[in-house]
């Protein structure tokens, strides 16, 4: 079983932080590529900030100076810090992420986790 799970979404006030985790669990080699997005009720789901295999980033415009994406590859984690957070940040939010196997041969996967929720309110 190969599975991206998320954690450490909750409420929060104005002006909090939070950490989030992506871990990839499974008969996998590593975590190649990985990206957080988000989806509020009602609305598209939008990316947040992606980091590629070399730890390249980059970020949503909206996001950017308040969220940081990293990675430990050791542990095959994915973590988005989320500092200033305001109540527009309210979401659920997904790991996505390519991942290798020497079962799959040279070929990654992609998975989506099933989302942490984020709730910002006074």
């Known amino acids: 079983q190969v599975q991206l799970v998320e954690s450490g979404g909750g409420s929060v006030q104005p002006g909090g932080s939070l950490r989030l985790s992506c871990v990839a669990s499974?008969?996998?080699?590593?975590?190649?590529?990985a990206s957080w997005h988000r989806q509020a009720p009602g609305e598209q789901r939008e990316l947040v900030a992606h980091?590629?295999?070399?730890?390249?980033?980059n970020y949503a415009d909206s996001m950017k100076g308040r969220f940081t994406i990293s990675r430990d590859n050791a542990k095959n984690t994915v973590y988005l810090q989320l500092n200033s957070l305001k109540p527009e940040d309210t979401a659920v939010y997904y790991c996505?992420?390519?991942?290798?196997?020497?079962?799959?041969?040279?070929?990654?996967?992609?998975?989506w986790g099933r989302g942490t929720q984020v709730t910002v309110s006074s």
């Open positions: 996505y992420a390519e991942l290798s196997s020497a079962n799959w041969g040279i070929r990654r996967r992609s998975y």
């Open positions: 499974g008969d996998i080699f590593s975590i190649y590529t």
């Open positions: 980091i590629n295999s070399a730890g390249k980033i």
